[in-house]
């Protein structure tokens, strides 16, 4: 009963001094994340979530955290369904299988298109998924395997994704 009288004491008196270890968040300062598309302007990589919400840099961490810096509030990438590279991007697929923000169930496409407009990509995709996922291509990859990548393309006014 010491104990617990002892532990309670200790949480109010670092809940009265603003040190908890964990904060309370409004999530009306999460900026929810459905598609990531990472491109690529001259040497920059570019990272658009929509929104008018982009972030550059000479790497792909880089131009998360100025994406990041750019918005307002916290760019929540828990929710992305889907990561889309285009194929001038096409070799920073390793530092988006390795990078923790993002959900590792996402799918992982490739796409020709260099203006796509990732919130009309997440509408298309959230019923065409891939069974490519983030996880799944950096297991293939582990293995040795070349994982077959999708490719997002524009067709008839709408989209299309190939398997090659």
């Not at 309370?24 to 999460?30: G, M, T, Y």
């Not at 990078?99 to 796509?116: S, V």
Request: aromatic residues 4%; hydrophobic residues 45%.
């Amino acid at each position: 009963m010491k104990k617990l009288k002892a532990v309670i004491l200790i949480l109010l008196v670092l809940w009265a001094l603003g040190r908890l270890p964990f904060r309370a968040r409004d999530v009306a300062e999460l900026l929810p994340v459905r598609t990531v598309l990472i491109g690529r302007e001259g040497k920059m990589i570019t990272v658009d979530v929509g929104a008018g919400a982009k972030g550059t840099g000479a790497t792909l961490h880089a131009a998360l955290d100025s994406l990041r810096e750019r918005v307002t509030g916290k760019v929540f990438f828990g929710t992305a369904e889907q990561v889309i590279l285009t194929e001038e991007a096409a070799d920073v697929l390793p530092q988006a299988l390795e990078e923790p923000a993002f959900r590792p169930a996402a799918g992982i496409y490739l796409t020709p298109e260099e203006d796509l407009d990732p919130e009309a990509a997440a509408d298309y995709l959230a019923s065409h998924s891939s069974n490519l996922t983030l996880i799944r291509c950096r297991a293939l990859l582990l293995e040795g395997e070349d994982p077959r990548v999708p490719v997002l393309r524009r067709a008839n006014g709408g989209f299309t994704v190939r398997e090659d």
